[in-house]
Structures are given as C-alpha cells and as structure tokens.
C-alpha cells in the first residue's frame, strides 16, 4: 500500500474486513462533491492487504503519517482500534466501539457516529415516538449504539434483548454504569413476547433481514399498532420485519436515515462542514436500487 498526501484533497477512508462492495465511498464523495469540496474515500481492506485484525494498529498509524484526515472503522475492528487510540470522545467510550477516527495534529480520536446517527434518525422518522419503556434486540455494536441513543434521548428504561445472556447483561451493565441503576436491563430473547407486551418501541439490531441472513428477527404475531418498530438493517430498506410491522399497523423507520444520519456525521468530523442529511438520503436511495449493487455499506 502506497498512499501520496495531497494537501487539496480531504482524504479519508474505511478500514474493515469484506468491505469492496461499501456504498460509503459514493455516499461520502457525493455529499462531498455537493458541498464543493475535493474529498477521496478509499477502502483498506484488511483481506486484501493481508493485515490481521488485530494489527491493526499498525494500520492506523501509517494511514495517519500518510496524511489523511480519519477513517471510518468497521467490522471487526470497532472495538479492537480502541487499544491504539489517543483519545475517545465520552460517548464512544461509554459504547465501547468506535466507528470514527479523526487524525488531528498527530492524535488519533476515536468517536462513534452510530449512536448520533440512529438518535437523528429516530426523531427524524418516529417523532412524537414513545420511550416509556423500549426493547433492543441485538446486544452487538449497533445495539449498544441504538441503546445509549435512547437513554441519552429520554428513554426510561431500555431491555436488551440477545440469544447470548452474556452479552446482553454486559451491555445492560455499561448502560447502567453511564445512565444509573434502573434504566436498563437484560433478558434472554425467549423472553421477547412478554417484553414486547409492554414495550413502546422495538429496535431490531440484528443481522437477521438482510441480504445475505433474510428472515424475521419477530413473530409477526408479537406485532400491533400500539408498537413502533426501528430496523437497524438497511441492506436492503425494505425488509420482512419492516413489511410485517406495517402490515400489523406499527409506525415504522428503516435503517437508511441511520445509515445517513451516521454518514453525516463522520463528513462532519472530517471536514468542518455539515452536510445536507436529507440530500444524503437521496443519495442513498439512488446507490442501493442501482443495477449490480448489492445493498452494502460501511
């Protein structure tokens, strides 16, 4: 790998594994490109350069002395950046995950633009939504993100919901040491039905929808217009959760605003400049019905 500066260039990229088919590029450099700005995103993908995951340290620092101004950071590396960072920011530390890297002056900052993302898109396309009591099924990144969205936001109690117990006491246990005792919980996913009987809302933060894992994450019949559903997956908008809760009569948002919103975000942190959420959608919205895309982003 052999980068040149160009100091007229806002240089930035991904850093993951898998990552070639990423709509991020396009979303970035036409928002860019739109704010007249002379922007290049590029992949660096950890296959494909042959660099293990957990070196990736190594990566970062070249990208830095390279001269770019941050990278975007996913799977699998979301948690394992944090060891070769200078600074978090006080909401990606209380994540745990960072999905943002900004270089500045010689520092690498680790922010998570997932959380501000999915707290954007949530009011944005559920406003007046309520937060009484709110299920999160997912206890990974994007679960934890949407979670600490909602309790930033008001929410008075958030239950994460995961097939690891483990895994959803852990986050549960984060949340209450950012938030205080009492505004979250973990139960097993067995436990969904009675869950969802008194939730206001349902963030889904699985896999399961997409693409490549298609299916329901919940029985159609758990359902009903009392209940507002947020899917976390956007690969592809629709979905069958998102097609099953309307057809039960739940307000509904796909993951595209989030995806947007997160997108946003980080060309913010990049540039200094705040980019046109709902032109990005657009874009979006353009890139993922384009013949030979197959609905990934970063």
């Known amino acids: 790998m052999r980068l040149v500066a160009d100091p007229d260039t806002v240089q930035v990229g991904l850093i993951g594994t898998g990552i070639g088919p990423s709509l991020s ?3 970035h450099e036409r928002e860019a490109a739109a704010l007249g700005l002379d922007y290049r995103y590029t992949r660096f993908d950890l296959d494909a350069l042959g660099v293990p995951p957990d070196d990736v340290g190594d990566l970062l620092a070249r990208l830095r002395d390279a001269g770019l101004r941050g990278v975007n950071v996913t799977h699998p590396v979301k948690q394992r950046i944090l060891a070769h960072l200078d600074a978090l920011t006080a909401d990606a530390a209380a994540i745990g995950a960072v ?3 900004v270089f500045d002056e010689g520092r690498a900052v680790g922010h998570n633009t997932d959380w501000s993302g999915f707290a954007a898109a949530r009011r944005d396309g559920l406003p007046g939504a309520g937060l009484a009591q709110v299920a999160v099924l997912g206890a990974g990144g994007a679960g934890a993100a949407a979670a600490h969205a909602l309790l930033t936001d008001g ?9 690891d117990g483990t895994r959803a006491g852990d986050l549960a246990a984060r949340l209450a040491a950012t938030f205080g005792a ?5 139960a097993p996913t067995t436990e969904l039905p009675d869950v969802l009987a008194g939730a206001d809302g349902l963030v889904h933060a699985t896999p399961t929808g997409m693409a490549e ?3 329901l994450p919940v029985a159609p019949v758990l359902l009903r217009p009392g209940l507002w559903v947020a899917e976390i997956v956007y690969r592809p908008l629709r979905t069958a959760l998102l097609d099953a809760a309307d057809a039960a009569g739940c307000p509904t ?7 947007v919103h997160q997108a946003a975000d980080a060309l913010a942190l990049f540039t200094g400049r705040r980019p046109d959420a709902a032109r990005m959608r ?7 019905t384009e013949p030979g895309e197959d609905h990934r982003a970063g």
Do not use: I
């Open 282 to 288: 657009r874009h979006l919205q353009e890139l993922v």
């Open 99 to 101: 999905n943002t890297v």
């Open 253 to 259: 948002l796909d993951g595209g605003l989030m995806a």
């Open 155 to 163: 929410a008075a109690t958030v239950t994460v919901l995961d097939v």
């Open 25 to 27: 590029p396009a979303l």
């Open 213 to 215: 894992h298609p299916g």
């Open 182 to 186: 009492g505004r979250s919980a973990a």
